[in-house]
């Protein structure tokens, strides 16, 4: 059976204009993949993110099963192990868990095994968040290029600028809100596969608590690697802007008193779609006693945003290889860390 691959025939443009090519120069587009993604056309460190995770999830296991036989004790443990309270595909209760690995506590190294699964589940929720962000972004610039921001009303004059608020501008607002908010989430489970590197467990006779539990982005001060420079521990301007944004949209309020978005029209026609961001400085919101939305920069966010994404994955991927240092340099031998590299996906 021939099995056909749908893909979009146009291109989602930052200004929120599409095109049906991409545009001349060295214009950022998002482009439709096969599997239904959209993508930016350059700097998008996606598959370097993932190739990072892989990596780290063959560190976790040599490390953890280096005394072991792995290959051999893996044909032999339940796949409950790998799968219960971590899982929909298995339904069993917490109780029920308990009652399993009671009944299964003479089988070699459940423990050991148990504890390599949560530390490899750590590295699981940074590549499923950064998948996240990537699909909402795309979801953010195709609703700004094809969704109507109102209803068919005309323009006041033949060149205008037009702010709209309706359901599609609460759409861009909540993609907008959600892609911070999961930044933040990247740099909360950073932290924590941080932390379990540098305290990993050796002590099997019970089931090992991780040392990373309760452990948030707030407390990377206690990490070796805490303040790098290029990762997203760093002490900088970027990292409080993230920081600063998701704070505010999950304690204090919206980004904008009504939410909204704009269009700039020349000759009657649409050339310009936009959202607008608050200023900031260093890192903080501008502030003049209780008021701390101001919008004198004109900060266009969707004119930046792959830019700060790139950022971010960039720091990303750094944090991950320094954490792949930290395993790789602390608890396996020397000539064993050659098998860890990856072959693909990595961006100089």
Known sequence: MDIKVFVLPYFLNLDGIPSQQPRGG??????????????????????????????LHRAF???????????????????????????SEAP???????????ADAAQPELNRFLYLYDCQRLVSSIQECQKEVTQIVGEFYFTLNTEPFFNVLAPEREDDLRWSTSPTTTKLTAYLNFIFIRLHSLMDYAVKVAAEAEQLRKDFIKYPKMSSQGVQFGDRKTLSINKQSGTLFENCEFIRSVETLRNHIIHDALLDEMPKAYERFENWVVVERFV???????????????RNLFYGAEDKINLRLPDLL??????????????????????????????????TGTIP
């Open 276 to 290: 607008l961001l608050p200023d900031m400085t260093n890192g903080r919101l501008d502030r003049y006693v209780n």
């Open 92 to 102: 069993i209760s917490s109780s029920l868990f308990q009652k399993m690995l009671n």
């Open 61 to 87: 296991r040599n490390i953890i099963m280096q005394s072991v036989d792995y290959h051999s004790l893996l044909m032999l443990i339940p796949s409950y192990v790998s799968d219960a309270g971590r899982s």
């Open 310 to 343: 790139s950022e971010f994955g960039h720091r990303l991927k750094n944090t991950l290889d320094a954490v792949i240092d930290i395993l790789t340099s602390r608890y396996l031998p020397p000539d064993s860390s050659t098998s860890l590299t990856p072959t």
């Open 26 to 55: 060295n214009a950022t587009y998002l482009w439709h993949d096969p599997q239904g993604v959209w993508r930016l056309s350059k700097n998008d460190y996606g598959c370097a993110v993932q190739s990072s995770c892989g990596v």
